[in-house]
């Protein structure tokens, strides 16, 4: 692990380097979509995302945005906003919103790097552990108001089993 963290801090000026050296090496799809942008691709349990990571050097700033492969249907976004109301009280990081004309439900963090060098490794290891475990878990909530027309309340409740007790 120590050489993996020195061999991105000698050689990476601009973050977009660092996140596409961390993404080959988990053996992603990655293409640099410009000077700004790099798009990667990944399958998890549920469903494949589209991740999106663009570098804003003039508010020193990373913005991760990871794309659901489910498309919402326009007539169903006013159940899918209160869905994602519910959902983003729930979360420590990022949140949940919707590309309106993409109509795909994402998963946004943004990291400063005002003050700092570069994002790090464990940066960006505990971002994409967080964010896909996060789409993962409310994956299912999107399917169940998507796909089976239950109500926002309904659907977390589907998803979300909370354990109480001990086994």
Not at 23 to 47: F, H, K, M, N, P
Not at 56 to 67: K, N, Q
Not at 76 to 94: C, E, F, Q
Not at 144 to 161: D, M, N, Q, T
Request: include cysteine; proline fraction near 4%.
């Amino acid at each position: 692990m120590a050489e993996l963290v020195r061999d991105f801090q000698e050689t990476d000026v601009n973050p977009l380097d660092v996140v596409e050296r961390f993404a080959t090496r988990q053996d992603w799809i990655c293409d640099r979509a410009g000077e700004a942008e790099i798009v990667i691709e990944l399958s998890a349990e549920w469903c494949g995302y589209r991740i999106f990571v663009s570098l804003h050097p003039e508010a020193e700033l990373l913005l991760f945005t990871f794309a659901f492969d489910t498309r919402v249907k326009h007539h169903k976004t006013d159940r899918l906003y209160v869905l994602l109301a519910i959902i983003n009280r729930r979360l420590p990081v990022g949140h949940f919103d919707l590309w309106a004309e993409e109509e795909l439900p994402v998963f946004r963090h943004t990291v400063l790097l005002r003050g700092h060098e570069n994002v790090g490794i464990e940066q960006l290891e505990g971002i994409f552990e967080i964010a896909i475990a996060e789409c993962e878990r409310y994956y299912p909530a999107f399917q169940f108001v998507v796909w089976a027309g239950k109500s926002p309340h309904e659907a977390i409740e589907a998803a979300i089993l909370e354990t109480v007790g001990e086994a």
